[in-house]
């Protein structure tokens, strides 16, 4: 049996090997043991939207089209955007009645779960 110590997308985890048909006198040299890193922890994104009501991406994705604009008023529900994730299309709906006071994305970005895309007034 052998232990390694493994880092996989900033998690670290010990894992334990056994080897299976090798002999004694073929085992691979020992490698030596390396110090794990420490997590790195990515940025909360960033509240840059004018308004008081924030428009969040509720997953991570592709902006595939913005559909309202900056002044436009909207009911709770009509669709701000559009974001694909997975290989589907989904609408991104206002939270509530209001005006678009800032939309914070374009077409094509790329954007994380929880990224401000937009606000209302």
């Known amino acids: 049996m052998k232990n390694y110590r493994i880092t996989v997308n900033g998690n670290v985890y ?11 006198s073929q085992s691979a040299p020992a490698a ?3 110090k794990a890193a420490a ?3 990515a940025a ?23 559909k309202a604009s900056v002044g436009q ?7 701000i955007m ?9 609408e ?3 939270p509530a009645d209001g005006t678009i006071a800032s939309i914070d994305v374009k077409e094509g ?7 401000v895309l937009g606000s209302l007034n």
């Open 82 to 90: 559009v974001l694909e994730a997975m290989k589907m299309e989904n």
């Open 32 to 34: 030596a043991p390396v």
């Open 73 to 79: 008023a909207v009911k709770k529900g009509d669709t």
């Open 109 to 115: 970005a790329s954007v994380e779960a929880g990224a």
């Open 39 to 41: 997590p790195v922890k």
């Open 44 to 66: 909360a994104p960033a509240a840059t939207g004018a308004g008081s009501v924030k428009i969040n991406a509720p997953m991570p994705g592709k902006i595939l089209s913005v």
């Open 92 to 94: 991104i709906p206002a």
């Open 14 to 24: 010990d894992v334990e090997v056994e080897e299976v048909g090798a002999s004694a």
